[in-house]
């Protein structure tokens, strides 16, 4: 069964604190995203890993940093979270295989207070 | 880099009736355009793609036209249904080497009321 996992699906974090959100899929694809959704802004790409230990930046990684030890794994990391880091976040994998279907995971909502 | 604008941003219309979607971009560089409904709390779910090489792909209710010269397209669904209330997401993509970064539109949220 094809799946994206985020963990956890809801999370109350106080500014200052340093956030980890978990995505794990059973694909074994090698390319994996972290975007987040925010009204009106449709989403926006963070970071973007190719596999392990390949990981770019997207149009807004201020503030984010990523980790893929494992290709199955992608976290991301917020050192010091921001109340402007609120948002619902979303990781996605994809076949490294050009134009293929990108497969999303339900969700972590995040909220800074 | 590429820019993807959708509108409307919202809608309602009334089950049974069409609704039709309008996306444009900004690089000529990008080749696949996937378009993805997402339902309220819900991850998003791809439903329907198109190719650059491509003018029209016909799914069941979906119908997706791509004009190239005008950087447009355009997302027609017939006959909707209650479950076709979501919010719909065009998104473009290039292609050359690893580069799989998928820009999304702001979303079209679409209502439909019985």
């Known amino acids: 069964d094809m799946k994206v996992t985020q963990m956890p699906r809801y999370l109350i974090k106080r500014m200052g604190e340093n956030v980890l959100l978990e995505c794990g899929q059973d694909m074994s694809h090698e390319t994996m995203y972290w975007y987040r959704q925010d009204p009106g802004l449709g989403l926006q790409l963070i970071y973007i890993s190719y596999d392990v230990d390949s990981n770019s930046e997207g149009d807004i990684p201020k503030g984010y940093r990523v980790s893929r030890k494992k290709r199955e794994h992608f976290s991301l990391i917020l050192d010091s979270a921001k109340t402007n880091q609120t948002s619902v976040y979303f990781c996605?994998?994809?076949?490294?295989?050009?134009?293929?279907?990108?497969?999303f995971g339900k969700g972590t909502r995040l909220t800074v207070v | 880099g590429e820019q993807v604008e959708q509108l409307p941003s919202s809608l309602i219309v009334q089950e049974g009736a069409s609704v039709l979607i309008n996306c444009s971009y900004t690089d000529s560089a990008s080749v696949y355009f996937p378009w993805y409904k997402q339902e309220p709390g819900k991850r998003l779910q791809f439903i329907i793609d198109?190719?650059?090489?491509?003018e029209r792909k016909q799914t069941q209710r979906l119908t997706l036209l791509f004009d190239k010269k005008t950087k447009h397209l355009s997302l027609h669904i017939t006959a909707t249904q209650p479950g076709d209330s979501a919010i719909y997401f065009c998104?473009?993509?290039?292609?050359?080497?690893?580069?799989?970064?998928?820009?999304f539109g702001e979303g079209t949220q679409v209502t439909v009321i019985s």
């Open positions: 998104s473009a993509t290039n292609t050359g080497g690893l580069s799989g970064k998928l820009t």
């Open positions: 996605a994998s994809k076949d490294r295989g050009k134009n293929t279907e990108v497969f």
């Open positions: 198109i190719r650059s090489n491509m």
